[in-house]
Every structure is written in C-alpha cells, then in structure tokens.
C-alpha cells in the first residue's frame, strides 16, 4: 500500500549528468528520512545520500561536490541531480524511504525497484 517509483536512470559519457527521481505514493502519514542507495556487480549496497524532512543531508564521501539530493515533501518525492560522473557511479540506484502509514504506529524503510546508471569513460 506503499508505493517509490524511481525514474531518470540511464547511461552518459564521463561527465555528464542525470536525474533521479522517486516519489512515494499510498497510504502515508508522514515521511521522515529518504534517500539513495546504490549497489554496483559484485559489491555491496551502499548510501549515497539522505535527506531529512528538515533538509538536512549527509552524502558518500566519494560523491560529495558532485552529487545534490533534494525533496519536496508535499509531493512526497526525492531527487538526486548527479552531475560529474565517472564510471565509478555505475549501479543501479535504489530509492529509500523511511514512512509511517496512516494509522500505523512504527515507521518502516521501503525501497524502489532500483533504476540503473550506467557511466561510459
């Protein structure tokens, strides 16, 4: 009853740039944190950012100064602008959202169904 649909992933040239999207959709009551992960062939997922409800972020080092996440939080909607990127940033990228559901008590992580990235050097 909840639903992220990320879109935006596609491939570029060393470089260049995306944009990612992910809105969630459903029965919400409120969304704390959301974010972005990325897992690349043969490693393990890892965060690339988060954004709060407040605004506030913290990012992969290993993407700081080239990667910006933002949120509307009246669409219930993240994006990540990647600017710069290297064919290091290959991956599928995965949206994550921590949401409370309407009449729900605990809050609980969801997840995209991941939207792939693919940098050409």
């Known amino acids: 009853q909840v639903q992220l649909v990320e879109s935006g992933g596609g491939s570029v040239q060393a470089g260049g740039s995306l944009r990612l999207s992910c809105a969630a959709s459903?029965?919400?009551?409120?969304?704390?944190?959301m974010g972005w992960y990325r897992q690349a062939p043969g490693k393990q997922r890892e965060l690339v950012a988060r954004i709060t409800s407040g605004g506030s972020t913290n990012y992969l080092d290993a993407v700081k100064d080239r990667f910006t996440i933002a949120r509307d939080n009246a669409k219930n909607t993240v994006y990540l602008q990647m600017n710069s990127l290297k064919p290091e940033d290959t991956a599928v990228y995965y949206c994550?959202?921590?949401?409370?559901?309407?009449?729900?008590?605990?809050?609980?992580?969801?997840w995209g169904q991941g939207t792939q990235v693919t940098v050409s050097s």
């Open positions: 459903g029965s919400i009551a409120s969304t704390t944190s």
């Open positions: 994550n959202a921590r949401i409370r559901r309407r009449g729900a008590f605990l809050e609980y992580d969801y």
